[in-house]
């Protein structure tokens, strides 16, 4: 009894003492103390819990952004084309690295963007970005580069065929959180889009976590709800914008390819499409700088949306190519549109004070296309080819297609032994204008195929697959040989085309050379190079043009202004005559600045005492146009078309 009494009054003595306590400034600040840690305790447990709900929400929204944009920007056809049995060209991989490094750059959360494929138990990086730890370390991205430690979740994603993503989880390089995206093949197969990104580790959210509720509840502020909740749609608003950046391009503020591919994802209609890609662009940022590059394709992308009628629409495709969607165009509507699209690039642009830059290009046409990933395909492959057969455009056929390319290859070297072998390979001549005497003294050889049915047909057709076959040297040969035997008697001047083929070929130069004594043509031969040829293989030729000059064969740059036009480089070839690009003079009349183009060069040839020669006369007024302006030689159908001998008078 009295031990229980005793405790009873212990006990009320401590609650008299805590009563008391708590009264005092000391047991205030003691109060506050303790409401301050049950705060913080509780407002860190619901801070650190919606962190990690908002960082998964987060991670996954940007994941999946991260890549589904990768695949849209690499284009299912890549992985459509190329396998583990066939490999992209080196410049047309760089070029998607390229593209994904530039995607991860406008995603700072993102640390890499890839593409992966399983064959059995093993898994490949098809192609992926690059950063500089990889460049540092030596680990590029190559094509199907084996993956040994694969997480299993890539694995369940491929079989399952749904998206995973994998939980936080950290190594040695840092903690991470990766999504896995399968996408179907156009042959039903399967890939898988990837992205990895940097978040941070549960200590650190702890960490963070507890730093924001001390500061909340020191301060005094509302409860944390109705933060994370203007947090959370502040979050949601900037990968709104982010998202929309994806589908646009920073430098010339038109749409990505990738808005155009998810504008008409459920498209119906056929389709027509216009791929445009600059040559050798890399080398104006090797030269120039990245500064002087994306002004460029700024400056270009408004030249073409000025070209542009209402019923089309320009698009950003990779690095250096611009994609125009058209609807209702015929075969004839789109070839005029590209060549005014050409011409607008062929303008010289203003990198700065000091230089002017003209660019050239080509482009790859396709019509009646429903399908936005076939339509880009297709457009790729008729631009490839263009590039191949040495043209400005292609429009897409079936024949382009790699089973019909093989048996029209075929077809056209059977075509091409035949005529050889009946010696129905035969030159054609255009005459060349002299506008000073008002005569024809000059003839260029033009290669001609005859067919077994009689139908001619013109290099278009044939150089292309004559190009990669031993019949090349023997094309050159055959025209040499009866050009040379016709005009050896006679004294009207000859010009001949050389490819930088022809020129570092030493035996087709030793038989050229041999010719040329035997039949006399000494002071009356013209060799014409191209412009993008003699200036990109500048010691090699050089070397075999100084030995043609010191034969006493003359020398003619072609398509002279298609290029870059760098003047120190072509005084190093030391032209006996300058022929303008053909693209230029047909548009000399209807653009302001195809003139002031050619009026630079007319001032360049000039002051340096080169005769001209303008190319594509098409009409008299062009040729009256540039007989005001000093041009001294003309070619074109209003001179003359080409022809066999026997129908010209050649003197």
């Known amino acids: 009894m009295n031990t229980l009494s005793s405790f009873k009054s212990a006990v009320m003595a401590a609650n008299k003492g805590l009563v008391l306590f708590f009264r005092s400034e000391r047991g205030l600040i003691a109060t506050l103390f303790i409401l301050y840690f049950i705060a913080t305790l509780t407002l860190t447990g619901l801070t650190f819990r919606a962190s990690q709900i908002a960082q998964l929400s987060q991670t996954r929204s940007t994941l ?12 299912r056809y890549f992985h459509d084309i190329y396998s583990l049995n066939r490999q992209p060209g080196d410049v047309h991989y760089r070029l998607i690295v390229e593209t994904l490094d530039q995607l991860v750059a406008d995603l700072p959360e993102v640390e890499y963007v890839y593409s992966m494929d399983v064959v059995g138990d093993q898994a490949f990086f098809i192609v992926s970005n690059e950063t500089r730890l990889d460049l540092q370390r030596g680990t590029p991205s190559r094509f199907y580069n084996p993956y040994g430690s694969a997480p299993k979740e890539l694995f369940e994603a491929y079989h399952s065929k749904t998206d995973i993503f994998t939980p936080v989880y950290t190594n040695e390089w840092g903690t991470f959180r990766s999504a896995f995206v399968p996408t179907k093949r156009s042959d039903g197969s399967y890939f898988v889009m990837a992205a990895d990104m940097k978040v941070d580790s549960p200590n650190t959210l702890l960490i963070n976590s507890l730093k924001l509720a001390a500061l909340v509840s020191l301060i005094g502020l509302a409860p944390i709800y109705p933060l994370l909740r203007v947090y959370h749609r502040l979050r949601r608003r900037r990968e709104e914008e982010l ?84 609807r209702g165009y015929d075969e004839t509507r789109a070839v005029q549109l590209t060549s005014r699209l050409l011409a607008s690039v062929f303008e010289p642009i203003e990198a700065d004070e000091q230089r002017r830059i003209t660019l050239t290009a080509r482009a790859g046409l ?286």
């Open 243 to 326: 998202e929309a950046e994806l589908y646009f391009d920073p430098i010339t503020g038109l749409p990505r390819i990738t808005k155009m591919e998810a504008d008409l994802a459920d498209n119906t209609e056929p389709l027509g499409g216009i791929l445009i890609n600059l040559d050798e662009f890399h080398a104006v940022n090797t030269l120039f700088g990245y500064e002087v590059g994306d002004h460029l394709l700024a400056e270009i992308a408004q030249a073409l949306r000025a070209q542009l009628p209402a019923d089309t629409k320009l698009y950003r495709s990779l690095v250096d190519e611009y994609f125009i969607l058209l």
């Open 366 to 651: 396709v019509l009646n296309e429903i399908d936005p990933v076939r339509l880009q395909h297709d457009a790729r492959e008729a631009m490839d080819e263009a590039a191949r057969s040495g043209i400005e455009m292609l429009v897409f056929s079936d024949a382009l297609r790699p089973e019909q390319r093989y048996e029209d290859n075929l077809h056209w070297l059977n075509v091409l032994n035949d005529a050889f072998r009946d010696h129905r390979v035969r030159p054609w001549f255009q005459p060349i204008l002299d506008t000073t005497e008002g005569k024809i003294r000059h003839y260029e050889a033009l290669a001609r195929v005859v067919d077994k049915d009689g139908k001619i047909h013109t290099p278009f057709h044939f150089l292309p697959v004559i190009r990669k076959s031993h019949l090349y040297r023997q094309l050159t040969c055959a025209i040499i040989d009866q050009s040379f035997a016709l005009f050896g008697p006679l004294t009207s001047s000859l010009s001949i085309n050389l490819t930088r083929f022809d020129l570092m070929d030493e035996e087709t130069i030793a038989y050229l050379l041999q010719e040329y004594e035997h039949h006399g043509l000494h002071g009356r031969l013209i060799i014409e190079v191209i412009e993008s040829e003699s200036i990109g293989y500048q010691d090699e030729v050089l070397r075999v043009l100084k030995q043609l000059k010191l034969a006493g064969i003359k020398l003619a740059i072609d398509d002279f202004g298609s290029g870059y036009s760098n003047f120190d480089q072509m005084l190093k070839i030391d032209a006996d005559y300058l022929k303008i690009d053909g693209s230029l003079i047909s548009c000399v009349l209807t653009s302001h600045k195809a003139g002031a183009l050619v009026d630079a060069i007319i001032s360049f040839a000039s002051s340096l005492d080169i005769p001209l020669i303008a190319e594509f006369v098409e009409d008299q007024k062009i040729l009256d146009y540039l007989k005001i302006r000093g041009v001294q030689f003309m070619q074109g159908f209003t001179i003359g078309r080409p022809a066999p001998a026997d129908q010209q008078q050649i003197l």
């Open 64 to 75: 999946l952004t991260a890549a589904r944009s990768g695949g849209h920007l690499i284009g």
